[in-house]
């Protein structure tokens, strides 16, 4: 199984300040997903990260407040823009490994805006 | 519309007690099922998985799941509960036609009395 690293873990940021997260995989893979856990909440998907190709957001999320790149086939960041208190929460990422066909997630970016 | 529901929030129970979490999609064609389990301060692990074949799936840490297509369930059990379980449960249905991706319940807290 692959194994997913974020860098920071975790960070306390002020409003109107930009936060870029990145994930690093110890193996290639396809896909690249982003999710946001509020507080207390369950996992929200905000985009699918592919490699050479824009990204795919979901409903409710923009590439102007949340940009992502994927470079390469082993990593990808995901910038959280224009910070508000209502952007925190946990940033995760996690990889498909269709081989498994299923997703791995890595241990995820807890942010806080103040 | 692709929904996964978790009814139940919190659940309590006795260490040595069985356990049972619900789990209901609604999904058009034949999903693919997991149920994940998040400790506190911790990423996500997966526990198990269901695709397809047997309706009743044995995971890890004691955990089973059953597929019921009829009920459009897949509710997580183990026979006996550690102290250990108490965690949030996410149950995810991923998408099999269109772009692949997971769509997650709201979670059940569970607490284990001593």
């Known amino acids: 199984s692959a194994v997913i690293s974020q860098k920071p873990s975790r960070d306390i940021c002020q409003r109107g300040t930009s936060l870029t997260i990145q994930c690093q995989v110890d193996s290639q893979v396809t896909m690249m997903f982003w999710y946001r856990q509020q507080p207390g909440q369950s996992l929200t998907l905000i985009a699918t990260a592919n490699q050479g190709s824009e990204a795919t957001y979901e409903s409710g999320f923009v590439i102007d407040k949340f940009p992502i790149s994927r470079p390469n086939l082993t990593f990808s960041t995901l910038t959280v823009s224009n910070m508000s208190p209502e952007d925190s929460s946990i940033y995760l990422c996690?990889?498909?490994?269709?081989?498994?066909?299923?997703?791995?997630f890595g241990p995820g970016t807890r942010l806080t805006v103040l | 519309a692709q929904s996964v529901t978790q009814p139940d929030i919190h659940i309590t129970v006795s260490e040595g007690a069985s356990l049972e979490l619900r789990c209901n999609y609604s999904y058009g064609a034949t999903p693919y099922l997991f149920w994940y389990v998040q400790s506190p301060g911790q990423g996500l692990q997966l526990l198990l998985k269901y695709f397809s074949g047997d309706t009743l799936v044995q995971g890890i840490k004691g955990f089973e799941a059953e597929f019921k297509r009829s009920q459009s369930s897949f509710n997580l059990r183990k026979p006996s509960v550690h102290w250990s379980d108490a965690a949030e449960y996410f149950c995810a249905v991923g998408t099999t036609s269109g772009t692949y991706k997971y769509i997650f319940g709201t979670g059940t807290r569970l607490k284990v009395l001593a």
């Open positions: 996690s990889v498909d490994e269709r081989a498994y066909n299923e997703q791995f």
